[in-house]
């Protein structure tokens, strides 16, 4: 990396690019449910999946449903809202193209 890969900004701050590393070594977690609460500086955000039966019979119908967590993740406020930010820009480009 070069010295011209920096950006030096009005405040004397060094800027450095970010680049994401290879996830293939991560496991795919199939979600379909999100909670999210606060605690302090911190949000929880606790993906979880709901299998829902086959078919039931009315008799077979159960009192409540369980969503079993997979993951949960810890982020700051200011992360919450850059991925929030995001999440929605992705949601609207591709429901301009018709995808969802």
Avoid: C
């Avoid at 996830?23 to 829902?52: C, K, P, Q, R, W």
């Avoid at 009192?63 to 810890?74: C, F, G, H, Q, Y």
């Amino acid at each position: 990396m070069g010295k011209e890969d920096f950006v030096v900004t009005e405040q004397d701050t060094v800027q450095v690019p970010l680049k994401w590393g290879s996830g293939e070594h991560l496991d795919t977690v199939y979600v379909n449910h999100l909670s999210i609460s606060g605690a302090g500086a911190e949000f929880y955000l606790v993906f979880g999946e709901l299998v829902m039966p086959v078919s039931l019979r009315p008799e077979e119908i159960p009192r409540t449903l369980e969503i079993v967590p997979k993951v949960r993740l810890a982020v700051t406020p200011e992360a919450m809202r850059n991925m929030a930010r995001v999440m929605q820009e992705i949601v609207e480009r591709l429901s301009k193209k018709g995808a969802t």
